[in-house]
């Protein structure tokens, strides 16, 4: 199992870009399909973006499509999220998780129960 570390988190204004990294440890990164939640003030967790474990398939919730970009480097142990045209609802804690077991559009559907989960970094987007 992995240990996931994420990064690049903090304040945003509205309109703006900010990109987020997922450091994994180990050498079977690239064995999980990786995806990425987030969880706003006061809201239950909610799914954003996943990617295959190639990275040939990917995967956006409703509220992110067309925004925000899912990719990852296996070379780098690291997935990241590139989040364009932000908005003060994509405020929140952003999470990243991997499991060994899903397929990317099925990851859409979990929130929790999910192999590996990193510690959060926050996102705040100002108006």
């Known amino acids: 199992q992995v240990q996931l570390v994420e990064s690049g988190g903090g304040l945003v204004q509205a309109g703006g870009s900010l990109r987020l990294s997922c450091a994994a440890s180990?050498?079977?990164?690239?064995?999980?399909?990786m995806g990425w939640f987030r969880q706003a003030p006061g809201q239950e967790r909610e799914f954003v973006a996943s990617?295959?474990?190639?990275?040939?398939?990917?995967y956006y919730a409703d509220s992110v499509k067309g925004r925000f970009i899912i990719s990852r480097d296996n070379a780098k142990n690291t997935v990241y999220l590139q989040m364009n045209s932000l908005k003060s609802e994509d405020t929140a804690v952003y999470y990243c998780a991997g499991d060994q077991l899903l397929r990317t559009q099925t990851m859409g559907a979990r929130t929790r129960n999910l192999e590996v989960w990193g510690q959060g970094t926050l996102v705040t987007v100002s108006s």
């Open positions: 990617v295959s474990r190639a990275g040939a398939i990917t």
């Open positions: 180990g050498r079977t990164f690239s064995s999980y399909t």
